[in-house]
């Protein structure tokens, strides 16, 4: 696993846990807005690309989150939100 | 402009709005009631001879040259400490009023030297032109009698000297330091003709004692007996130049007085808005690093990192950086490219990096030094309030009643700002200070803190939660204030939240080891001592909560109605002097200038059309994640402006790792830097002495910077980004910041009213300046929020990963010195290193006896992400269990220690939380010394400069 997903793991799980306290559905949509807003593609893209194996340990909350982020988002990582 | 000396009117102004009419010498006046006598005569175009007086403190009354004649008023009163009356008749120069301040100065005279032909204060001395005035020609008494000539010069200050015999004993210095500094380092021993200054005790000289070296005693003695140094060796100044300090967020402006080309002084400038004639060490003295003789002033390159560096001309330089990167980005992608702005720079500086890499390299992959100091606050702010400031002027304390400092040390961190805070707490505020250390503000001369939580580091939203807890629970909240300008629903969610026992200060006591009836106590006066201020520093941002943190204090202002005008308001004392500039000018990867998100299609256009470019619509990568990347192989050249990365960010190795990674690393800068080890191309660098531009300070105070020097490099640093983004097809051609400026006023609406020349009039704007705000807004969200309703966030405690344990037992936390500045890259190169030669560890006598360490004695300091050495110095003022340091020196190499961790909304680094133990030891760490053999290595330079 190379420095960038290291990273985005610790990044998106800290996320998610600090939206916790708002309950689930509002924590997951205000972690995968925060993710959307912040992360660079190549960040998004290495974050997705660890989603399919179980045991990489994204917390559920994170998990949801960037499931929801990918199924929303272009191949090229690009979120339209213009 | 020629030199003229500041004007001063004697005595300080009134701050009356009733006017009272009066006459002086035939002439009719108004004034504010409470007006002096002197300042009145000075407001009419007259003059009253003085000594002991002047208009940065009260009056005293004591050299009795200050005499007048009052109709009606029997004796001959001192102008100083005679207020005006309505009606009063006054004659300021009478025949009987000439003789009595004759045989007064000539007293005075009587006991000086008279050495003024060669004296450095000849023309310049306040004694010297009151002789004139007062038309003394010869002196009766004689100079053989006993006097103070010929006693022995204090020279210990490094910028400052002290001479008694010139000193006329007026106590203007002494009123200084109490009034207006607020150290109460001088005395006045002795009475009458034995009356001597003294600094500290009768052991002390002037640097063994109290004293901070701020200037604030030289700037107001009226002879030469406090003097410059280098006024004496460079000869007095022959024109100054208003201008801004480059060191810290208080943006203090000075009077640059110049010989030539050569800077004599710096004089604190007293129209300046943010220091109000006040000054600190750093601003005033510490300026000799422009000429130091490690600054660099050629180009150099080379093609490895292993290689020595090659001095080349500018062509050649800029061309060598453009040939790298453009070949990187054709094979890798403008992904692959970034740039760092410095919030040293200009605003003007900032813009252009940020343009130069969104628009020249074709990416958003921009971030900024505040990465790593007040991220957090911009996401909070923003988050609560919609606008990511601090909501207040400076004067603003003066309206305080409860201060609140949470995570700064604004006497060492801001002290001019500290002893404007200070001057208000002597007059009756209250202080509540939250800090893990016993910063000196809990108890200096004349102040002690009401409260003190000396909270376990990492603490901070607990301790606020516990607050609101108490403020809510006791029903202490402004519920009117909440109704009628913030989210009601929002608060109701939060109330509910904090209210909940398990937020009880009794509850979390165990978490933040904050007595909780202390605690209370402090919330009760927060809550219903009058205005309430917050101000906070890094102590709150460098955390893995530091958005969280700033969020919970605007919860607090709010929670309490202390928002909104003078006197209250959410303040973050901004570590570098642009660092509320290098934000607003859209140097983070997710933002284009005046804080508008990438994502924004309508913002994009806007500049899109203005830059004649296409903009990526996806934020770019943060200075952690670009060294990811860099380590990854995916991020290839960076462009650094005015930073030191490797010494200022955290995990130095993780750092170098990166740096060492990239194929073109362009460092432009003063000096050869610590992240030039790992650099292709060195662009030197100009001083703020050399440029012309604006800062913004931490009120949002957009102030000019102006050039009083040619550049040593021969370019200041926006041409410097101008040729490299037109080597890379950029085609600028911009000829003055002026221009840049512009551009930023018709991009930028919180700019819009912003010029040069308006700056030129006005002399400093504080943002927003737009058709609401035409002159600028000192306090903010005065009749709403910038967002509308203010907005309650619940900010849960999340507890750090970084956990102690049974290696690493100790908590560190990291900060400043007044005397140094950050890395210190400039401040180690002037004499401010006499007051800090090294970076010390502070740890608990407990905890030092423990480990069997004496005061003094070299110490591993190890974390699990690497260690180093330095030495102790055992204190109290860190509880048992934290141990503190700064990281002014390279040697010390503080942030091998420090972890990854960091903010979990902006990344902005756990500084003041990691994990250590601490051992004997007696030299230096394996890391340290591999390091500074590379460090040699790296800056190895070829001397033959090749024919241009
Ligand atoms: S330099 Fe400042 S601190 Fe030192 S004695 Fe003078 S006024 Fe006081
Ligand atoms: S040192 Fe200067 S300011 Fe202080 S008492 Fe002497 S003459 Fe006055
Ligand atoms: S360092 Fe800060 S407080 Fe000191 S003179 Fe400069 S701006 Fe003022
Ligand atoms: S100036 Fe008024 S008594 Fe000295």
Redesign the pocket.
């Known amino acids: 696993m190379n420095e960038t997903a290291h990273s985005v793991i610790r990044m998106a799980n800290q996320i998610a846990r600090n939206f916790e306290i708002l309950g689930k559905e509002a924590a997951v949509a205000a972690t995968q807005d925060h993710i959307a807003s912040f992360w660079d593609r190549r960040m998004k893209a290495a974050a997705f690309g660890l989603l399919p194996s179980a045991d990489v340990g994204f917390s559920p909350l994170a998990r949801e989150a960037l499931e929801r982020l990918a199924g929303e988002t272009d191949g090229a990582g690009h979120q339209d939100a213009g | 402009m020629g030199y003229e000396r500041q004007a001063d009117l004697g005595t300080p102004p009134s701050a009356s709005a009733d006017s009272v009419e009066l006459t002086i010498d035939g002439r009719q006046i108004s004034v504010p009631a409470g007006t002096s006598v002197m300042r009145a005569a000075a407001q009419s175009g007259g003059h009253i001879p003085k000594l002991c007086a002047t208009d940065s403190i009260k009056s005293f009354g004591s050299c009795r040259l200050c005499l007048v004649e009052i109709d009606g008023m029997r004796g001959t009163p001192a102008s100083c400490t005679t207020p005006v009356s309505e009606g009063m008749v006054v004659h300021t120069q009478t025949q009987r009023l000439q003789k009595l301040r004759r045989s007064v100065m000539e007293l005075y005279i009587s006991d000086h030297p008279l050495d003024c032909l060669t004296c450095s204060a000849n023309n310049d001395c306040e004694l010297q032109d009151e002789a004139a005035a007062v038309g003394l020609r010869d002196v009766r008494f004689g100079y053989e009698g006993s006097n103070h000539l010929g006693l022995d010069v204090d020279s210990s200050n490094p910028y400052f000297d002290f001479d008694p015999s010139k000193c006329i004993a007026c106590s203007r210095c002494v009123r200084a330091c109490d009034e207006i500094q607020g150290t109460f380092a001088l005395t006045m021993d002795g009475r009458g003709f034995e009356s001597k200054i003294s600094a500290g005790t009768r052991d002390d000289d002037f640097l063994s004692s109290e004293c901070v070296s701020?200037g604030a005693c030289v700037q107001a003695c009226p002879t030469a007996a406090l003097d410059e140094k280098a006024v004496k060796e460079i000869g007095r100044p022959e024109r100054a130049v208003v201008t801004?300090?480059?060191?810290?967020?208080?943006?203090?402006t000075?009077r640059a007085e110049m010989r030539g080309e050569q800077l004599v002084r710096?004089v604190?400038w007293k129209d300046g808005k943010?220091?109000r004639g006040?000054?600190?060490?750093?601003?005033?003295f510490a300026w000799g690093y422009a000429n130091h003789q490690d600054r660099i002033t050629s180009p150099m390159i080379r093609d490895h990192i292993d290689e020595p560096w090659r001095e080349v001309s500018w062509d050649e330089a800029i061309a060598f950086a453009a040939a790298r990167i453009d070949a990187i980005r054709i094979r890798h992608g403008s992904e692959a490219l970034g740039g760092i702005t410095s919030s040293r720079c200009t605003n003007e500086e900032t813009f252009l990096v940020q343009k130069m890499v969104r628009s020249v390299f074709g990416t958003n992959n921009v971030d900024t030094c505040a990465r790593v100091c007040h991220s957090p606050t911009g996401y909070g702010l923003k988050t609560a309030f919609g606008t990511s400031a601090g909501t207040q002027d400076f004067d603003s304390v003066e309206h305080s009643d409860v201060i609140l400092v949470i995570g700064a040390n604004p006497t060492d961190g801001?002290?001019?700002?500290a002893s404007r805070m200070k001057r208000r707490l002597r007059q009756g505020a209250k202080l509540i200070v939250i800090d893990p250390r016993r910063i000196d503000l809990v108890r200096s001369p004349h102040i002690e803190a009401a409260h003190h939580l000396p909270l376990q580091p990492g603490t901070n939203v607990a301790v606020l939660t516990a607050m609101a807890h108490v403020i809510v629970t006791e029903n202490l909240a402004d519920e009117t204030f909440i109704r009628e300008r913030c989210d009601w629903q929002e608060y109701d969610d939060w109330r509910q939240f904090v209210s909940d026992s398990r937020h009880s200060p009794e509850a979390l006591e165990s978490v933040t080891r904050v007595p909780a009836n202390e605690l209370r106590q402090a919330a009760r006066l927060f809550a219903t001592g009058g205005n309430g201020a917050i101000y906070y520093g890094l102590g709150v941002t460098e955390h893995s909560q530091g958005s969280s943190t700033v969020m919970a204090i605007a919860n607090l202002a709010m929670a309490t109605g202390n928002i909104g005008r003078p006197g209250v308001g959410v303040n973050p004392l901004r570590g570098q002097?642009n660092v509320q500039g290098a934000c607003d000018m859209g140097s983070f990867p997710h933002e284009l200038p005046g804080y508008r998100h990438v994502h924004e299609a309508d913002t994009r256009q806007l500049f899109e059309r203005e830059w004649g470019t296409t903009l990526d619509a996806e934020p770019g990568l943060r200075i952690p994640n670009m060294l990811d990347a860099a380590v990854d192989g995916t991020f290839k050249a960076i462009y650094i402006q005015g930073e030191d990365i490797l010494q200022s960010d955290p995990n130095t190795r993780h750092v170098a790792a990166g740096l060492a990674a990239m194929e073109c690393v362009v460092v432009h800068d003063l000096f050869l830097n610590e992240t030039a080890n790992y650099a292709h191309v060195f662009l030197p660098g100009s001083t703020f002495l050399e440029k012309n531009g604006t800062f913004t300070?931490a009120e949002r105070r957009i102030q000019p910077v102006r050039k009083v020097m040619q550049p040593a490099n021969g370019f200041e640093d926006w041409e410097v980004t101008q040729l490299l983004a037109n080597a890379l097809g950029a085609g600028w051609s911009y000829s003055h910041p002026a221009e840049i400026l512009d551009e930023i006023a018709c991009l930028t609406p919180s700019f819009a009213g912003v010029s040069w020349s308006r700056l030129e009039q006005v002399g400093s704007l504080q943002w927003p300046v737009n058709e609401q705000h035409p002159d600028g807004a000192p306090v903010m969200h005065m009749d709403g929020f910038v967002r509308g309703k203010g907005k309650f966030v619940v900010t849960d405690y999340v507890p750090t990963d970084e956990k102690t344990g049974p290696r690493f037992p100790l908590l560190l936390t990291t900060g400043r010195i007044l005397s140094h500045?950050n890395v210190g890259a400039q401040t180690r190169r002037t004499k401010n290193t006499a007051w800090h030669p090294e970076d010390l560890l502070e740890m608990h006598p407990a905890d030092a006896e423990n480990r069997g360490l004496k005061d003094g004695d070299w110490t591993r300091l190890a974390s699990r992400t690497g260690e180093t050495t330095l030495r102790v110095k055992v204190t109290d003022r860190v509880a048992p269990g934290v141990v503190y340091t700064t990281f002014h020196h390279p040697e010390t190499q503080a942030n091998v220690v420090t972890t990854d961790y960091s903010d979990w909304a902006t990344n902005c680094p756990e500084y003041k939380v990691t994990a250590v133990q601490v051992m004997p030891s007696n030299g230096p760490s394996d890391w340290q010394e591999d390091y500074s053999k590379r460090t040699d290595r790296s800056r190895r330079v070829i001397e033959d400069v090749p024919a241009e």
């Open positions: 701020c801004t300090c480059a060191y810290c967020g208080v943006g203090c000075f710096m604190p943010a220091n006040h000054s600190c060490v750093k601003g005033r801001h002290p001019v700002f002097n300070n500045y």
